[in-house]
């Protein structure tokens, strides 16, 4: 993705979560955040790579670290096609899922691979090999309490755009349009793996408020009309990838994060902000080269 002359760079991968069972935490606290040492073993399939393996068993271990800790399963699973309906009506399709939850009683914010090996086991007379990995996880807990009245939601003008070339302008256009059910200020991010980039507020709109109800294009009219849009964007050497938009709305301004961050980072920021007073959405949508 690109803003205005390649200013800014979003990439994506990754999210989607489903809250299931409680259970009870097993970690001690300490000054408000737990640390939980998970082991994960993932099965090395002909369809992954060795980094799409340890990016999955990673956040697995996460996902389970959170529910150590705060006595909520988090499910992270990375299924061909996935599509899940969030807190807040928040429809998700995406390929991969990591513990970006729309709503969750913790956040994992940190985290150190303390040990991670290749073993080969026996299986039914068939070799079978499998990652071996230890997270050692730092997981906050959420402050506050969801407002069931307080929702937004994040619409995109297409569910697939097209790059044509190295110019940025030559490639679609990509617009989102969010709705706040209360007045709001909102926070636009792209993903893409560990990857973040903030794409609003900026230096040319360092607020973006929303009137409850009002739709909000983004970036709006106007600012197209002045040069400021959005186009999708491929690394080298990539071809078609699955990208992810993510809006938070808060009731009040909020220090914005750095623009270009990790997950972690992001996932720190989030849990910084109580739960009343933010409300979440995600979209996706599917980037190519044309003529691929």
Do not use: K
Not at 104 to 111: E, G, I, K, Q, S
Not at 131 to 155: M, P
């Amino acid at each position: 993705m690109n803003l205005r002359d390649g200013a800014l760079r979003g990439r994506l991968t990754l999210f989607v979560v489903c809250l299931l069972a409680a259970t009870t935490p097993v970690s001690a606290r300490a000054q408000g955040i737990d640390t939980v040492t998970v082991e994960q073993r993932l099965l090395m399939t002909p369809d992954l790579t060795p980094a799409e393996a340890r990016r999955r068993a990673i956040d697995a271990a996460l996902a389970e670290a959170v529910r150590r800790v705060a006595g909520v399963r988090v499910q992270s699973s990375a299924l061909s096609t996935l599509d899940e309906r969030g807190p807040g009506g928040a429809r998700i399709d995406s390929r991969y899922s990591s513990v970006i939850a729309l709503d969750a009683a913790a956040r994992a914010v940190d985290y150190q691979v303390t040990s991670e090996r290749w073993d080969t086991r026996q299986i039914d007379g068939a070799a079978q090999l499998y990652l071996q990995i230890t997270v050692r996880a730092a997981v906050e807990r959420e402050r506050g309490r969801t407002d069931a009245g307080f929702a937004v939601a994040l619409s995109l003008n297409a569910a697939r755009y097209d790059v044509r070339g190295d110019a940025a302008s030559r490639n679609d256009e990509i617009i989102a349009t969010v709705r706040s059910t209360r007045a709001a200020h909102l926070t636009l991010f792209t993903l893409a793996g560990d990857s973040v980039q903030r794409l609003f507020p900026n230096a040319y709109l360092p607020d973006v408020p929303a009137d409850s109800g009002a739709l909000v294009e983004l970036p709006a009219l106007d600012w197209r009309e002045r040069g400021l849009r959005l186009r999708a964007t491929l690394p080298p050497g990539v071809d078609e990838r699955r990208e992810l938009l993510l809006i938070v709305a808060t009731r009040a301004p909020v220090a914005p994060p750095p623009l270009t961050l990790s997950v972690m980072e992001l996932q720190r920021w989030l849990v910084r902000i109580p739960l009343q007073e933010r409300a979440m959405a995600f979209a996706s949508y599917d980037v190519r080269r044309a003529g691929r």
